[in-house]
């Protein structure tokens, strides 16, 4: 049996949260106010810390 690998990255981790997040937010069906605001800072940290190499 294969062994899973993960990423040890801090930004590819915070890249997989927000692609994870950004599919499972319309299959079910979950909605506040704050989701929009806090996909967005997920997503430009995520950016950022890959370009640094983090």
Not at 14 to 34: A, C, D, E, Q
């Amino acid at each position: 049996m294969a062994k899973i690998k993960v990423t040890k990255s801090v930004g590819m981790l915070l890249l997989g949260l927000w692609l994870i997040l950004t599919g499972l937010i319309p299959v079910l069906k979950l909605n506040f106010s704050g989701f929009p605001a806090i996909m967005e800072v997920l997503a430009i940290a995520a950016g950022v810390l890959i370009l640094l190499g983090l």
